[in-house]
């Protein structure tokens, strides 16, 4: 059974930083690109960043570029989303997420992350 699950979410105060990460089973974690999905409150699901098999190549939406950094662990078969400079409109719950090679989707739960003084 797949299983995704993200922890790492918090408050925060803007300006501050919060590490995501997202413990992969039940697949062979480092046979997929990954990436991370966010939706803020009221709002629809938007794509933040995406990191390739090995983690040599990396995507990120424009507004999280030069602030938020992915990356992953095959050895632990571990996903991660640095998060610097954050700013009130971070605000969201994170999923990170996989399609396998049949185009079939999956996520993990989610981890709420509050940007706030």
């Known amino acids: 059974e797949v299983q995704l699950v993200e922890s790492g979410g918090g408050l925060v105060q803007p300006g501050g930083s919060l590490r995501l990460s997202c413990a992969a089973s039940?697949?062979?974690?480092?046979?997929?690109?990954m990436s991370w999905v966010r939706q803020a409150p009221g709002k629809g699901l938007e794509w933040v960043s995406a990191?390739?098999?090995?983690?040599?190549?990396?995507y990120y939406a424009e507004s999280m570029k030069g602030r938020f950094t992915i990356s992953r662990d095959n050895a632990k078969n571990t996903l991660y989303l640095q998060m610097n400079s954050l700013k009130a409109e971070d605000t969201a719950v994170y999923y990170c997420?996989?399609?396998?090679?049949?185009?079939?989707?999956?996520w993990g739960q989610g981890t709420q992350v509050t940007v706030s003084s």
């Open positions: 039940g697949f062979t974690f480092d046979d997929y690109a």
């Open positions: 990191i390739s098999w090995n983690g040599g190549s990396t």
């Open positions: 997420r996989y399609s396998d090679y049949l185009g079939r989707d999956f």
